[in-house]
């Protein structure tokens, strides 16, 4: 029963008689039918085509006194399933390899889940290099901050030149925004309400970069911010055109005044 619910079969081999017993879960994880006979062969035809090399390998090492804790696919009944296979190895009084025990786990759905979640992944990061949105997550208890690449490259610092912290942020920001910044962060934070702003940044090179930034809070259950999560996308060329518009309309104003 607690196989079962924990999707963890076990196993034992006998080496010399070259004898395999599966519990009734071992049975169902490779989709065998009780009483099937079985064998080390029987295991190794059930993995992955790609995967019996490998795990015949680790097989074989692990009978040497090796390790034997592994991840690999099987095939059953025409669908792949991903397991992982820890054992050890029994020896009589004399110190003779007897043979192994040990278990089989169907980990199929963590491994589904790490596979969207790599994809998500992917996703997002193209996202944001096609978008230019760097993304932080700030720990503000401790003070810990993680950047994406593209939020080191917004700031104009190479990916991991520095340490990212709030100071490095700040060192970025031109300073006649860094006030209003700095006072808007702390009135959305004691509002409980979502950061944006949009500011400029000053690059080593002298250049200015505008930035549009969107960030969300969380609090403890005493109402302190525990950490805040956002993104920074540049906008420089939108704004560029903005600028562009506003002086082409001021220069409009000043044409008709003229008339």
């Known amino acids: 029963r607690a196989q079962s619910v924990g999707q963890i079969g076990s196993w034992r081999i006998n080496?010399?008689?070259?004898?395999?017993?599966?519990?009734?879960?071992?049975?169902?994880?490779?989709?065998v039918p009780k009483g099937t006979p079985l064998t080390y062969e029987t295991f190794i035809t059930a993995v992955h085509p790609d995967d019996r090399a490998y795990v015949d390998q680790a097989w074989k090492a692990f009978l040497q006194g090796g390790a034997y804790d592994i991840e690999h696919r099987l095939r059953v009944n025409g669908k792949m399933k991903w397991v992982r296979e820890k054992a050890e190895l029994e020896f009589d009084d004399q110190g003779q390899l007897l043979g192994g025990f040990g278990i089989t786990q169907d980990i199929t759905d963590i491994k589904l889940a790490e596979r969207a979640l790599r994809e998500s992944e992917a996703r997002f990061q193209l996202a944001s290099e096609v978008g230019r949105?760097?993304?932080?997550?700030?720990?503000?208890?401790?003070?810990?901050?993680?950047?994406s690449s593209v939020h080191f490259e917004n700031l104009g610092y190479r990916v991991g030149e520095i340490m990212p912290s709030y100071q490095a942020w700040a060192e970025r920001v031109h300073p006649d925004d860094l006030p209003r910044i700095?006072?808007?962060?702390?009135?959305t934070m004691a509002e409980q309400r979502d950061y944006v702003v949009e500011f400029r940044v000053l690059w080593p090179d002298g250049s200015v970069h505008w930035m549009s930034s969107r960030g969300r809070y969380e609090y403890a259950g005493d109402g302190a911010c525990t950490r805040m999560v956002g993104v920074m996308a540049d906008v420089t060329t939108l704004k560029?055109?903005?600028l562009a518009l506003l002086e082409a309309d001021r220069r409009k104003d000043e044409f008709l005044a003229m008339l």
Request: zero cysteines; aromatic letters at 12%.
């Open 133 to 147: 949105s760097g993304t932080w997550d700030w720990d503000v208890s401790s003070g810990e901050i993680i950047w």
């Open 182 to 187: 700095e006072a808007e962060m702390q009135r």
């Open 15 to 31: 080496i010399k008689r070259d004898e395999l017993l599966w519990s009734d879960e071992n049975h169902r994880i490779f989709g």
């Open 240 to 242: 560029q055109a903005e």
